[in-house]
């Protein structure tokens, strides 16, 4: 049982590259989250799905897309990476009720712009 | 706007206890978690409360008060291994997360 993994763990981009970061989880679960965290401020949820199918902006959704073609996995795009999107990448997942329930996180994904 | 303010660092001594407090304001509250971020790792749930009162769990309590918009963490017989950020975070009234940006904790022997 690995919970939630994230590939790759590091990466580092030229400004305008593209990428994508991948998130699986083997809990079966509904709910997936990606997070950006940055320095001195708390989790910001990127994007989120309820659902295999299903994806919701958060609150910085700006400069990246997802996707849940299948309920285990959940994609993050940057499409034309920036400086500004440097920061830590945490995916992660919880089995119902949105927030109020416990979301289990991967290891983390650290991406540099430059 | 929705805000939670936690204290940014911490210094304890090792065996001793520490309390940690969160207060919020945001929009409607469906509960608080607490969870435990050692450096350059993800964050590992600690604490859910939903009701007032305090919730015992070994060496680690977790306190709230709906009504005072408050929560502390409680840390008993620290060791060094319990040198970590400790995030706050609430449940608002759409059932999103919204997060503390952490308090680091720092033990000394």
């Known amino acids: 049982n690995a919970g939630v993994t994230q590939t790759p763990k590091f990466r580092v981009l030229k400004t305008g590259q593209s990428m994508t970061l991948l998130c699986a989880q083997d809990?079966?679960?509904?709910?997936m989250y990606w997070y950006r965290q940055d320095p001195g401020m708390g989790l910001r949820l990127i994007h989120y799905?309820?659902?295999?199918?299903?994806?919701a902006k958060g609150e910085v959704p700006d400069g990246y897309n997802v996707s849940r073609l299948k309920k285990q996995n959940f994609l993050l795009g940057l499409e034309s990476a920036a400086p500004s999107q440097t920061s830590v990448y945490f995916c992660a997942s919880g089995k119902g009720q949105g927030g109020a329930d416990t979301q289990y996180f991967g290891p983390g994904t650290r991406l540099t712009v430059l | 706007g929705q805000n939670i303010d936690q204290p940014t660092e911490m210094t304890a001594t090792e065996g001793a206890i520490v309390q940690i407090n969160c207060t919020y304001q945001t929009s409607g509250f469906n509960g608080l978690f607490w969870y435990q971020q050692h450096a350059g790792e993800a964050p590992t749930f600690l604490s859910y409360n939903v009701l007032d009162g305090l919730e015992e769990k070994g060496r680690f309590s977790s306190f709230l008060s709906r009504s005072k918009g408050y929560s502390y963490l409680l840390l008993k017989e620290l060791q060094m291994k319990d040198s970590a950020s400790y995030l706050c975070?609430?449940?608002?009234?759409?059932?999103?997360?919204?997060w503390g940006a952490g308090t680091k904790l720092i033990i000394k022997p």
């Open positions: 799905s309820v659902g295999e199918g299903t994806t």
């Open positions: 975070a609430v449940v608002d009234s759409n059932y999103q997360l919204i």
């Open positions: 809990m079966n679960h509904e709910y």
